[in-house]
């Protein structure tokens, strides 16, 4: 969580870095701030809230400079306010400091420098790293930086500027994300490229334990034992327009309507037109992946829904057993490892601090590690052994929509593939699924045309304060998911359930007031799915049904109907989310949230 942006060269300063924050402030928007040296000189601007609130207080200044960092935060020590916003500043108020991550012994720190005189201004972990570079300064802001971070344990990307030491930017990583964009004349640093694509597409990626030092013109890479590195440059192929709402109101809304787009890329990537199904990106063996005996997957949030529906697609087409764990737990299992097994991740960001520690846990007991990521280069990204990028562009707003649709894709694409490398699949099964795989993006389209029958739904329940999802199968993740979904941008608790576990205790809650949205397409659990319907109504609840089209059944026990076209049952997950995306959006508009950016949430989710 947090973003961090820095510039060097003759650029509007200010600009460059409001810009950059903003597009950084899915990664946490509860204050920002930027420290900027102007003829050696230190000025640091801070402020509550969001990155708008920033700029409102800039904006009359005309501020000089060519050398500046800023922050945008996800509070994690201290309450969100002026004091606790970044940059923070050592005693003299000569060295300013940027952070993302959690320095785990900063108690311990700040009392040491507290007892040589340090006073301290906020109540962040971060303040302490200002103090130890300013207890090591002799005159090199690297030096210093180099022998403070020593002394931290946790997790940190740093950027740090001195009066002392002007004309450049310091930064180092351990464990949370940092980028160098390289231009003419001017440098920058980043969480992530989204927030410097439009200065410039040549990237230097920051491992851990590297430090870098930036001047205008140079920028020099070292490793811990201060070995200079010579680092590759990557070439970032889409632009800054990717990551803007282009005339739509919210992120959120751009993302869902790009789904079918989307979807199409994915199938052009990924199949051939003989309906050859290839990952050419995937760095694992054939050999390795047709061995495999068995997967876990371990995920987050809305990608770990995705894994749900994984093994069942993975166990259909494949036939290997397939176990799934929510990362922040599966580090507390006994791992036995044994002869084929491979942990898979998936992560829209490739950044999730529990997802990416699952990995490294994983590797230090030899599994091998596959990771369905979308964001190239990411840490999640570089540390798998095997990836395969779900390719749905830069995903904005804080709700994850189309990178749920895109993993879904690529794993029922995947789980063909390792089905055919194994023997369990033929050409002629994956032509005819394929078949009906190329139909969806129209389908998503017809259903993202429902717009003003969903909006009517949304309009008649948005007052409720408690909404229950229900489906079976390959579906009772889609629950889930739409639960998720709801209670992450209305702020309506939301809960997701097995359609079949409502008898054993969530049936107490229905009334003629409750909310239920029964996710029922024509599948294998449909029969099932109907009685739990019934069951429903029985006690008066309010249905909202996702039923395929034509299902005239279902009509007299849904209160509000939203038809999916006919499609494969693995496949329904795909169609069966959309309706439940827009209707949150929907809900949450017409209550007035910030659908963008949740209160408490944070897209990069980079703390344990
Ligand atoms: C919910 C949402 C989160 C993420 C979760 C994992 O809409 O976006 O639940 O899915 O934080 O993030 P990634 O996929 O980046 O690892």
């Not at 005996?293 to 069942?312: N, V």
Request: hydrophobic content about 40%.
């Amino acid at each position: 969580m947090c973003g961090i942006v820095g510039y060097l060269g003759n650029k509007n300063i200010s600009s460059v870095l409001l810009v950059g924050l903003e597009r950084l402030s899915y990664r946490g928007y509860d204050s920002s701030g930027i420290a900027i040296l102007s003829k050696n000189e230190l000025s640091v601007w801070k402020q509550q809230g969001k990155i708008h609130r920033l700029s409102e207080l800039l904006k009359p200044l005309s501020i000089q400079g060519n050398v500046g960092i800023g922050h945008t935060r996800w509070a994690t020590h201290g309450v969100p306010n002026e004091a606790n916003a970044h940059p923070h500043l050592d005693n003299e108020e000569k060295i300013a400091v940027v952070h993302n991550g959690i320095i785990e012994n900063f108690l311990e720190l700040k009392k040491d420098l507290q007892r040589e005189g340090h006073v301290f201004r906020s109540e962040t972990d971060s303040e302490v790293i200002a103090h130890l570079i300013e207890r090591h300064f002799e005159g090199s802001l690297e030096k210093a930086v180099e022998k403070a971070v020593k002394n931290l344990k946790g997790a940190y990307a740093i950027a740090a500027i001195s009066e002392n030491d002007p004309g450049k930017i310091v930064v180092c990583r351990k464990g949370s994300p940092l980028v160098i964009g390289l231009g003419k004349g001017e440098n920058y640093i980043s969480s992530d490229i989204n927030a410097i694509v439009s200065h410039t597409k040549n990237i230097m990626y920051l491992e851990d334990n590297e430090f870098a030092v930036i001047t205008k013109n140079e920028v020099v890479v070292k490793n811990d034992s201060g070995e200079v590195l010579e680092k590759e440059i990557h070439h970032i192929t889409w632009d800054a327009e990717a990551s803007e709402k282009q005339g739509y109101p919210h992120y959120m809304l751009k993302e869902i309507q790009e789904q079918p787009a989307i979807v199409r890329n994915i199938i052009s990537k990924h199949c051939t037109d003989d309906s050859i199904i290839q990952f050419p990106d995937l760095r694992m063996k054939d050999r390795e992946l047709k061995n495999s005996s068995r997967f876990i997957i371990q995920a987050c949030g809305t990608s770990w829904h995705a894994g749900l529906i994984a093994k069942y697609l993975i166990e259909k087409y494949a036939r290997t057993p397939t176990e799934v764990d929510i990362s922040s737990e599966f580090r507390y299992r006994s791992l036995l490892p044994e002869q084929g097994q491979i942990v898979v991740a998936l992560s829209q960001s490739g950044e999730t601090a529990d997802t990416l520690a699952c990995i490294r846990e994983a590797k230090s007991k030899f599994f091998k590690v596959l990771s369905f990521v979308n964001v190239l280069g990411s840490s999640i990204d570089r540390e798998s052994d095997g990836v395969i990028y779900t390719h749905s562009g830069p995903e904005i707003g804080v709700a994850s929509t189309k990178n749920y649709v895109a993993q879904l894709l690529n794993i029922f694409l995947f789980a063909l593939y390792l089905g055919k490398l194994k023997g369990h699949v033929s050409q002629s099964e994956i032509d005819d699924l394929v078949k009906e795989m190329r139909l969806l993006p129209d389908q998503i389209q017809s259903l993202l045309d429902q717009e003003e029958h969903i909006m009517a739904i949304a309009e008649r329940h948005h007052q409720s304060r408690e909404f229950i999802f229900i489906g079976r199968g390959v579906n009772f993740p889609t629950s889930l998911e739409g639960a998720l979904k709801l209670k992450e941008i209305s702020y309506i608790h939301a809960t997701g359930y097995p359609a079949g576990e409502l008898k054993h205790g969530p049936i107490a809650l229905i009334d003629e007031k409750l909310p239920v949205v029964c996710v029922a397409p024509k599948t294998a659990t449909y029969d099932k799915m109907f009685a739990n319907i019934q069951e429903v109504k029985a006690r008066k609840g309010q249905t909202i049904v996702i039923a395929t089209e034509g299902d005239d059944d279902i009509v007299d026990y849904a209160d509000d109907i939203i038809p999916i076209p006919a499609c494969l049952e693995e496949l329904s997950p795909i169609l069966t989310v959309i309706p439940l995306q827009m209707l949150s959006y929907n809900i949450a508009t017409l209550l007035g949230c910030d659908v963008d950016q949740p209160r408490n949430l944070a897209k990069s989710v980079t703390v344990e």
